[in-house]
C-alpha cells in the first residue's frame, strides 16, 4: 500500500510581511482632522525609513522607500519585515508645513493628523515611529486583526503668513540696528482690509510674532496688521531708509495696505518703539519770611 505524502504549512512557517499608510490631505481649518470637504494631497513623495531602535533616526542599512500619493491622496507601502518604522515627505515652500498633531500613530485612528514639522525653514514632515507587528493591525476599514496598518495620515497646512518683529529703537531713528533687542509680550493685531479683526498675537521672547492664514482660511489675502503701544513705550518714526527689512512700517500703529499672495510669506512687516524719556526734574528749596 503506498500513500502520497501530503505537506501541511501553518502560518508561523509561512513568512508574513507587513504593510502601512493611508493618505495627505489639506487640513484647512487646522484642527488635526480629516474633516469633510477638505483636500487630498496628491503628487506628494513619501518616504519611509526603518527605526528598530525607536530613536527618531533611521537605521543604518535598511534602503529607504518612496511612494507617490495618488489622485485620491493615498500613499502605501508592503512587503515589510515586522519592526518600527516612520515616514516622511516635504510639504514644499512657502510655509507649508503640519497642522495640529493628531497623535502617536500607533493609536490606530483613522482621519487624525500623525505628522509633525521638525523646521518649518526645510518644510519636512514626520511621523513619530510606529510598530508593526504581522495579525495585529488595523486596516481602515474595522478589521484590526491584519497585516497593513492603514491608519497614518498626514494633515498639512498650506500658509500665507506676515510677520516678524517688534523692536525696541534706543536711538529713536525708526531703523534696526545691530544690538537692539527684541520687545516681548507686545499685543498684535491682525485684521482684513476693513478693519474687521482676523487674529490676535503676542510676540515672544526675542519680539517675533507671526500669522499664519492656511489657504486663505480667512477669505482674503489683503490684511491689515495693528500694534498696541506697550506701557512705557512711543511708537518710532516710521518708513525711513531704503530698507523694508530694518524700518518701522506701522503709521498711527497700523500697517495698512498688506497683500500676500497665497502660498507666500512676508517677513518685512516689523515696528519699532523706543523708550519713553523721563526728563529730570531740579528742585528748588524756597523760604518765605512771614511778616
Excluded at 197 to 205: F, K
Amino acid at each position: 500500500m503506498y500513500c502520497n505524502p501530503v505537506l501541511i504549512f501553518s502560518k508561523s512557517a509561512i513568512s508574513q510581511t507587513v504593510g502601512l499608510g493611508n493618505f495627505v490631505w489639506w487640513d484647512l481649518n487646522d484642527n488635526g482632522s480629516r474633516d469633510s470637504g477638505e483636500p487630498v494631497a496628491s503628487g506628494y513623495t513619501v518616504y519611509l525609513y526603518q527605526d528598530n531602535d525607536d530613536n527618531g533616526i533611521a537605521d543604518a542599512g535598511f534602503t529607504t522607500k518612496t511612494t507617490t500619493t495618488n489622485y485620491n491622496g493615498e500613499f502605501s507601502f508592503t512587503g515589510l519585515a515586522a519592526g518600527k518604522y516612520f515616514v516622511k515627505l516635504y510639504a514644499g515652500y512657502s510655509h507649508y508645513k503640519t497642522t495640529v498633531y493628531g497623535g502617536d500613530p500607533d493609536n490606530n485612528i483613522m482621519g487624525d493628523n500623525n505628522g509633525h514639522t521638525q523646521d518649518l525653514a526645510t518644510t519636512e514632515i514626520f511621523t513619530q515611529t510606529i510598530t508593526l507587528a504581522t495579525g495585529t493591525e488595523p486596516d481602515g476599514t474595522g478589521a484590526t486583526n491584519t497585516n497593513t496598518n492603514n491608519t497614518i495620515g498626514i494633515g498639512m497646512w498650506k500658509a500665507n503668513g506676515l510677520g516678524d518683529m517688534v523692536w525696541i529703537d534706543n536711538n529713536g531713528n525708526g531703523i534696526y540696528e545691530t544690538g537692539e533687542p527684541g520687545l516681548p509680550n507686545v499685543t498684535v493685531k491682525l485684521k482684513n482690509s476693513t478693519g474687521g479683526l482676523l487674529a490676535t498675537t503676542t510676540t515672544d521672547a526675542e519680539g517675533k510674532y507671526y500669522f499664519y492664514d492656511p489657504m486663505g482660511y480667512y477669505g482674503t489675502n489683503d490684511y491689515q496688521v495693528e500694534f498696541v503701544t506697550p506701557d512705557g513705550y512711543s511708537p518710532t518714526t516710521c518708513n525711513v531708509g531704503g530698507d523694508d527689512e530694518l524700518d518701522s512700517d506701522p503709521v498711527n500703529g497700523t500697517i495698512s495696505s498688506i497683500n500676500v499672495p497665497m502660498g507666500n510669506w512676508n517677513h518685512s512687516f516689523d515696528a519699532g518703539f523706543k523708550p519713553n524719556t523721563i526728563l529730570p526734574v531740579k528742585l528748588y528749596k524756597l523760604y518765605c519770611t512771614i511778616k
